[in-house]
């Protein structure tokens, strides 16, 4: 199936899953896991998106959102991801970019598929140990749901009661009837939604499908789809052609020279070579002024996309500060 734009649409969630680039763990310990936590809870709060259900394990970040409309789970991400980048390498001394690739994302109907795919996710960890008790692992919103002992950062950013009232009515504790929910799956049921997962890039019904077509069709024929990779640009990779294209252009000048001794023969060569050298110096000096541009324009994205987290930061404050008014008046 082909890959939908990242749309806001009421009514569906994100499964987001992040690796690190090959032969490396994204997380090497529990502090890791703790700085990431700390950028993704950070962001939650600024982009008011909801966060039903994570899983940390010590290569993958699996997470399950639902975006608000002002902000795109690709925003979301991008910030999420720099930022702990930005850690990790600092810490391990490392350079360039530490996630394999885009992160991957699936486009869940909520109203459908919720209490199933907090399941799912919250069983992943099992893939690498059956005979791991869920409960024990504690790097996961599995223990928010059942209300015991766990980190308070965790539980007061998952989002679970949306998901605990979804159980049966019956149920008189909820808590215990999503334990038993998660624990004693069918296998077969646990297989069929798991070949939903990794086989498609949209979940849910026909229709709610054929919505996201639609909406995919419309962005094209507008010339307002987007190609969203992660937008943390490298200015490593930048450099690094840029210095290619400088030492190519430098060999042919080389080669041009020593054509020209071969033909002429009797020209200075010591001039030619100078003369070579004057332009691979300009090529250097061009590339050096583009570099600088590029830096420029990186900073005034960045002042921008910092301008709209202050902006959203203080509507926020004024809402909180409005509320606050209310009830004094109220009292």
Known sequence: MPRFPRVNLEGALYYITTKADYKLNLFRDDSDKNRYLSFLFEYKNLYNFKLYSLVLTSTESHLLIEPSQQFTVSQIMHDVNANYTKYYNKKYEKKGHLFEERFKAVLIEKKAHLLEITRFIHRIVLKDNSLLQLRDYRWSSYLSYLKVEQDKNILSNIDCQEVL??????????????????????????????????????????????????????????????????????????????????????????????????????????????????????????????????????????????MVSYKVTAMRLQELEKKDKQKGEKL
């Open 165 to 306: 009232n979804l159980l049966p009515a019956t149920s008189e504790d909820k808590n215990t009837g999503y334990q038993e929910f998660v624990e004693k799956a069918g296998s077969r049921d646990l297989e069929v939604f798991e070949n939903k997962m990794y086989r498609a890039s949209v979940v849910g019904s026909t229709d709610f499908v054929e919505k996201i077509k639609e909406i995919s069709k419309a962005q094209v024929d507008a010339g307002q789809e987007q190609v969203e990779e992660d937008a943390e640009v490298s200015l490593d990779k930048v450099k690094r052609n840029r210095l290619i294209y400088a030492l190519s252009a430098f060999v042919f000048l080389v080669f041009l020279g020593t054509s020209i001794f071969f033909v002429i023969g009797g020209m200075d060569l010591k001039r030619e070579i100078k003369e070579a050298a004057l332009e691979k110096d300009e090529i250097f000096v061009k590339d050096l002024i583009a570099t600088k541009q590029e830096l420029s324009r990186e900073l005034e994205e960045k002042y921008r996309a910092d």
